[in-house]
């Protein structure tokens, strides 16, 4: 798949967040997983991503001495997590939901759906409880400025996995509502770029799902009963690289249709 140039490792966002990519690039990280350094004065370092040591090199030239108030996940899943040892070693304490602490096995703070983390200078990190992807995703929102970090809910092209049974669509389409209603000005996927035009982009998030489901109908009424031919109706020819993500999230879209 063309993804066009590679992103530079540190790109900043504002006075206020920084990324920085792993170099963990491929079919579901896309150009690698953002770790993101929020705040000024306090900071909050949200999914450290793979162990790799020069990436968590990179995280501490970004924060530069400045104190960390917490290592906060988006979910569990490896590739934002698979540093939560080092990174709690290196900064601070982790924090998540009660969910995404309980499947790393790590020590850490629950996070509750709704809480904040104050990060000095009048910023604020807000936890949004976000299934969909998985059932323990949380988003976060940097107030007051709504900046929007969606991990892996909402990425930064293409769409994202529903990861059936954990993920669900119904879940999924409810967090995307909860998130245009916040009316976020910027979103910070897990992958991918920054997302300028927010609530248009969380609107064609939710049409693609939609259409989507629609397709699996339409494939099923043809006479298409295998994942198989459920996946060559739905997707064309897709790289086999892809085949599996896919096929997870249409075991998705047919549990959604079964209850609906
Ligand atoms: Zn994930």
Known sequence: MNRGPIPPHVVRH??????VRADNPGALTLTGTQTYVIGTSRLVILDPGPRDDTHLVRVDRVIGGRPVAA????HAHR???????EAAA??????????????????GRPLADGEKIALGGGLQLRALATPGHSADHVCYLLEPDRILFTGDLVLGEGSTMIVHPDGSVRAYLESLAR???LRPTLLLPGHGSAVERAPAYLDACRAHRIERVAQVSRARKSGARSLQQIREAVY?????????AAEVTLRAYLAYLEES
């Open 14 to 19: 504002g006075a206020a967040v920084t990324a």
């Open 71 to 74: 290592v906060c996940f988006t």
């Open 79 to 85: 590739d934002h997590t698979a540093a939560a040892q």
């Open 90 to 107: 290196r900064w601070a304490k982790l924090r998540a939901s009660a969910e995404t602490l309980s499947r790393l096995e790590r020590e």
């Open 179 to 181: 998130l245009t209603a």
């Open 236 to 244: 064309g020819d897709l790289p086999a690289s892809h085949h599996q």
